[in-house]
């Protein structure tokens, strides 16, 4: 097979786990190991586009929250002022290596938001995200393979 065979599996990868990274109730693992799957030469390629969109729909919830930041003002803002306050601390108490448990189901997307609301820097961020993300795909890539192999 060659790689523009398998393009289209890629991109369908990265906008599935794109979607997956924000708020939307998806799940990008299966269809990942689908890939992987059916296409073990091209593992490297499949977990370099999950990782990618991924990443990227982690930084979209950053954006949002530092978005939604400059409505503190308002009304109808969905964090108080003593939950935002909140937020920083345990931001500024852990850092920004918290932003490595950006994979974690239920409060990955909530880590990533609050890092946003917090103004923690957007390309640090950035990297600690991708960190969190590549190495928890690399760890289930690399763990079913072994499940397979043995």
Not at 1 to 9: G, Q, R
Not at 71 to 81: G, I, L, N, T, Y
Not at 121 to 132: C, E
């Amino acid at each position: 097979m060659i790689f523009t065979d398998i393009v289209p599996e890629l991109l369908s990868l990265f906008f599935v786990s794109f979607l997956a990274a924000t708020l939307l109730p998806l799940g990008s693992e299966l269809l990942l190991l689908g890939v992987v799957n059916q296409h073990p030469e091209f593992t490297w390629h499949a977990w370099c586009s999950v990782t990618l969109g991924n990443t990227l729909g982690g930084m979209t919830n950053w954006l949002l929250g530092s978005y939604l930041l400059h409505f503190q003002d308002h009304r109808w803002f969905p964090v108080s002022a003593s939950r935002l306050a909140q937020v920083q601390k345990i931001f500024h108490r852990y850092g920004q290596p918290i932003l490595l448990l950006s994979w974690m189901p239920l409060i990955g997307d909530g880590l990533c938001l609050a890092a946003g609301v917090a103004k923690l820097h957007w390309f640090k961020s950035l990297i600690w995200i991708a960190v969190g993300k590549s190495m928890r795909y690399g760890a289930l890539i690399w763990g079913t393979n072994a499940l397979v192999l043995s």
